[in-house]
């Protein structure tokens, strides 16, 4: 059993929701809801590599625009890897 943070409610281990408050626990908070780990996966590796690759294509060539979808995409690489290293953590 571990313990909700916002209502000190006991909650089991494989819950997402806190019974008493209505809590939640997932990987990203995006739209007032909790997303699980295909979003992050999706939204965190998969989205931003597409981009990555579509932008010289778009603009003909590497030039600034490639390099600061670059910076942005290894941005949120960074965050989606902490956020798998960290794990779930509860939203409200």
Not at 8 to 21: I, R, T
Not at 33 to 43: A, H, P, Q, T
Request: glycine share 10%.
């Amino acid at each position: 059993m571990v313990h909700c943070p916002y209502c000190l409610s006991a909650v089991s281990e494989n819950d997402f929701v806190c019974p008493a408050c209505g809590a939640e626990k997932g990987y990203v908070y995006f739209n007032r809801k909790s997303r699980g780990l295909i979003f992050l996966l999706m939204f965190g590796l998969l989205v931003p590599v597409a981009v990555v690759l579509a932008v010289p294509l778009y603009f003909q060539g590497i030039g600034a625009s490639f390099w600061v979808a670059v910076t942005i995409a290894l941005g949120i690489g960074i965050f989606t890897v902490h956020r798998l290293i960290v794990g779930p953590t509860w939203y409200r």
